[in-house]
């Protein structure tokens, strides 16, 4: 299955990094990141950095569906970010919603996470663990007699036959070949989303969604991959060029020594 993802790096001034994140055909979220910057005396701590995130929606002030959404990303972020590496200091998120959003929904949820990874690597001034990645995954009632569906959910609009839902985000690190991938789900509120006689969700049940999102989130870590070898080709072209024509300003040094030395030697 291929994602409709859009993603891209963002050129926002007075901060470190920004970029913006969508499931589908637009992006939901634009996300800044300031850091390591100074941090308030009295939210510093003395071994590690301090993580603020704030989630502002399209319209209106934050309300409670912005403060639980940041609460869920600051406890994601710091399974991201190295904390020891910068203590007394201030790393600090700002979430802008580019699309309505009275409810924080599982996939919502997932393109913050998405983007405030993207932010992260735009910036390239914090250390991280590895790179986060979410996606939200839904299961459908069997239709029948069939065995249940998992499927990948990256749009706010209502399905039918819905059974149970949530996120998944995963850490992925590179492993010693370029083709596999160490990831391990960091972190999921996968629950059901009916109510009555209906099976309720076991271990079994979240194993599954749990590997079907763990494919989903690995497409999503691929497509960022992609986004920074397109960013960075065409300094290595431009880097290139320079090496060539640095070698061609060489060449051209010694056969003008070369030459010089000819008329010497007529004289």
Request: aromatic share 6%.
């Amino acid at each position: 299955m291929t994602l409709d993802l859009i993603l891209s790096f963002d050129s926002l001034s007075r901060v470190d990094g920004s970029a913006r994140f969508g499931f589908g055909l637009y992006p939901q979220y634009l996300t800044s990141i300031s850091g390591p910057i100074e941090v308030r005396l009295a939210s510093e701590q003395p071994s590690q950095s301090t993580i603020e995130v704030h989630v502002r929606p399209l319209t209106n002030v934050p309300g409670t569906e912005s403060k639980k959404a940041a609460v869920i990303l600051k406890e994601v972020l710091q399974m991201e970010v190295i904390m020891e590496a910068n203590p007394r200091t201030l790393i600090q998120f700002v979430v802008q919603a580019l699309v309505p959003t009275p409810n924080v929904t599982d996939e919502l949820v997932a393109a913050m996470i998405n983007c405030c990874t993207l932010s992260l690597l735009n910036a390239g001034s914090v250390p991280m663990r590895g790179v986060i990645c979410a996606v939200s995954i839904v299961r459908l009632s069997p239709v029948k007699g069939e065995i249940p569906i998992y499927k990948v959910h990256l749009t706010e609009e209502p399905i039918p036959r819905l059974e149970a839902t949530g996120c998944f985000a995963f850490l992925f690190s590179d492993s010693v070949s370029s083709n596999t991938y160490a990831s391990s789900c960091i972190w999921t509120n996968w629950h059901s989303s009916y109510s009555g006689s209906a099976k309720a969700v076991d271990e079994d049940d979240l194993v599954r969604a749990r590997d079907v999102a763990r494919s989903a989130a690995r497409e999503v870590w691929d497509r960022m991959k992609l986004l920074i070898e397109e960013r960075e080709r065409p300094k290595i072209a431009m880097r290139g060029s320079l090496v060539k024509n640095a070698s061609h300003e060489m060449a051209d040094a010694e056969k003008m020594d070369v030459e010089e030395d000819d008329a010497k030697m007529e004289i």
